[in-house]
């Protein structure tokens, strides 16, 4: 829900989200911006529970508090943009928003009075319509309130710190779907598997009355299998601490030897919550281990290389994104790297030198745009080898945990990651949605330094403008004896645009 608060008191406020008779895997976020207008909203609160193992004893109540500021100065007659996102899965959950005003000394409910919601359903035509108790507090709603860009990818959106906690016997991880072969041109995408997810995420969705494509979940026995062989090891290692549940889990089979996991949980130490991320290996006698050969490295340095020309526009739009990026994560170590094809539209460097991002690098190239030759530039301005490059398309939203689950996906001399995302179609939005997941592409691609090296990275004599460079890719990287992961990350979206333009005229325009 979404709408405008309308402090009583000007002074400094607190707020928190509580929640009573939670009996799911649930997740909230409270956003406030400095003033009506929704483009200067910041999270103040976001809290998950995870999935739990037993859902037959609810629990509750409980509060969450902002992770920064505890307190943000109000002014009366003032009025502020909120936002306040829940979901559930499996369960139920009863949430409120509580204040402390300048006033108090408790937190209590936030009087009618003081907020409103800026639309409404009207039940007899079924639309939202402006609300009447909002108008009578402020007069007409600006535009940019009524149409607000309502965050719908939050859910499993937040990165946390992540705190490995070895309690599982360690194993070696020998696929049997993986091995050094030659690869004919273009048939790599038939030798790619998808992975399973659990809970089941929000990359299913409706378009007209039919079910569009989307992950699919993990078999609910074999999760909850998982999750009690791995609290049984973790009661046994007595660390002190307790399973809370699981907050995440990826299934990849190994035909028929057993399943890969990428097991995040939930755990309660003594000095609070904390979450683990590994990848194990249940084995068909029912055995889970750790898989002491396959595991991510947190911290991992990611370089994001986009090459273009006539793009301008779109560069504002992923300096924004990624600045976002960074305001919610603090993530200091990735880098974005723009290869640009002598733009003549607008000043790409310049764009780039304003914008709030930490880390950038431009890099300007002359002649004909070749999407291969830009995105072989940008892996080469990388020197380390133990740095992960991943290359992305042009006309993309990324999620705010894009390059954290990049880290976690991509492992040096073993695996490439290559999510999927979400086409847009003609005039629709992430928050209007309608379109397709793009099965059949591989221009989102990440691999270790190293790894580039070693299969010789983009060909840029055969694929000297645009198309067929990333299928090449993927052939010589499945020769090469690694593996793909892939997947359909919640929130990665391509934005639809026509070709007109791209990429040599300065006639390029955003669609």
């Known amino acids: 829900m979404y709408g405008v608060l309308y402090p009583p008191t000007t002074g400094d406020y607190s707020f928190i989200v509580e929640l009573t008779q939670v009996s799911c895997s649930c997740s909230v976020e409270f956003w406030l911006s400095t003033d009506i207008d929704?483009?200067?909203?910041?999270?103040?609160?976001?809290?998950?529970?995870?999935?739990?193992?037993?859902?037959?004893?609810?629990?509750?109540?409980?509060?969450?508090?902002?992770?920064?500021?505890?307190?943000?100065?109000?002014?009366?007659?003032?009025?502020?943009?909120?936002?306040?996102?829940?979901k559930a899965f499996n369960g139920m959950v009863i949430s409120e928003v509580k204040w402390r005003t300048p006033l108090e000394t408790k937190f209590t409910s936030i009087p009618p009075i003081s907020f409103a919601m800026a639309v409404e359903l009207n039940k007899t035509t079924g639309q939202y319509v402006e609300s009447p108790m909002a108008t009578a507090l402020l007069g007409p709603l600006p535009t940019s309130v009524l149409q607000s860009h309502r965050r719908t990818?939050?859910?499993?959106?937040?990165?946390?710190p992540i705190t490995q906690i070895n309690v599982l016997p360690p194993c070696e991880f020998k696929p049997e779907y993986v091995s050094k072969h030659y690869v004919a041109p273009y048939t790599g995408v038939s030798q790619v598997f998808e992975s399973t997810v659990?809970?089941?995420?929000?990359?299913?969705?409706?378009?007209?009355?039919?079910?569009?494509?989307?992950?699919?979940?993990?078999?609910?026995?074999?999760?909850?299998?998982?999750?009690?062989?791995?609290?049984?090891?973790?009661?046994?290692?007595?660390?002190?601490?307790?399973?809370?549940?699981?907050?995440?889990?990826?299934?990849?089979k190994n035909r028929d030897s057993g399943s890969r996991f990428l097991l995040e949980m939930d755990i309660m130490m003594t000095d609070g919550l904390v979450h683990t991320s590994e990848f194990v290996y249940l084995q068909n006698?029912?055995?889970?281990?750790?898989?002491?050969?396959?595991?991510?490295?947190?911290?991992?340095?990611?370089?994001?290389?986009?090459?273009?020309?006539?793009?301008?526009?779109?560069?504002?739009?992923?300096?924004?994104?990624?600045?976002?990026?960074?305001?919610?994560?603090?993530?200091?170590?990735?880098e974005l790297v723009v290869v640009d094809y002598d733009s003549q539209d607008t000043n790409v460097e310049s764009i780039m030198k304003n914008s709030a991002l930490k880390r950038w690098k431009y890099i300007k190239k002359t002649g004909p745009f070749s999407r291969s030759g830009g995105l072989q530039?940008?892996?080469?301005?990388?020197?380390?080898?133990?740095?992960?490059?991943?290359?992305?398309?042009m006309h993309l939203t990324l999620p705010m945990g894009f390059v954290e689950y990049t880290r976690r996906h991509v492992i040096q001399g073993k695996m490439g990651y290559a999510p999927m995302f979400f086409r847009l179609g003609a005039g629709?939005?992430?928050?209007?949605?309608?379109?397709?997941?793009?099965?059949?592409?591989?221009?989102?691609?990440?691999?270790?330094?190293?790894?580039?090296?070693?299969?010789?990275?983009?060909?840029?004599?055969?694929?000297t403008k645009w198309g067929g460079e990333d299928w090449d890719v993927l052939d010589r990287?499945?020769?090469?004896?690694?593996?793909?992961?892939?997947?359909?990350?919640?929130?990665?979206?391509?934005?639809?645009?026509t070709r007109d333009g791209l990429w040599n005229t300065a006639k390029s325009q955003s669609r």
């Open 477 to 497: 990287t499945l020769a090469k004896g690694y593996e793909v992961f892939r997947i359909r990350p919640p929130g990665l979206v391509h934005y639809y645009h």
């Open 428 to 463: 629709y939005t992430e928050t209007n949605v309608n379109g397709f997941w793009e099965t059949l592409t591989y221009g989102v691609y990440g691999l270790y330094k190293s790894d580039w090296k070693a299969i010789g990275g983009f060909n840029v004599q055969l694929f």
């Open 377 to 393: 530039a940008g892996i080469d301005y990388v020197t380390d080898p133990n740095s992960i490059v991943m290359t992305i398309d």
């Open 198 to 252: 659990y809970p089941p995420d929000d990359t299913w969705f409706r378009k007209g009355t039919e079910p569009g494509a989307g992950n699919s979940p993990v078999n609910q026995k074999i999760a909850l299998d998982v999750i009690t062989l791995y609290k049984k090891a973790f009661d046994e290692a007595k660390t002190g601490g307790e399973v809370v549940g699981l907050h995440y889990m990826e299934q990849t």
């Open 153 to 160: 990818n939050f859910v499993g959106d937040t990165v946390y």
């Open 285 to 334: 006698d029912n055995k889970l281990c750790h898989l002491s050969n396959l595991q991510w490295t947190p911290n991992a340095d990611v370089y994001l290389v986009v090459s273009l020309k006539n793009l301008g526009e779109w560069v504002k739009h992923l300096c924004y994104n990624l600045e976002d990026l960074y305001a919610q994560t603090h993530d200091d170590h990735f």
């Open 38 to 86: 929704p483009r200067n909203s910041r999270k103040l609160i976001s809290a998950e529970m995870p999935y739990m193992v037993d859902y037959n004893t609810p629990i509750g109540p409980m509060s969450y508090v902002p992770a920064g500021s505890t307190s943000v100065s109000l002014h009366s007659g003032k009025a502020y943009f909120f936002e306040f996102l829940e």
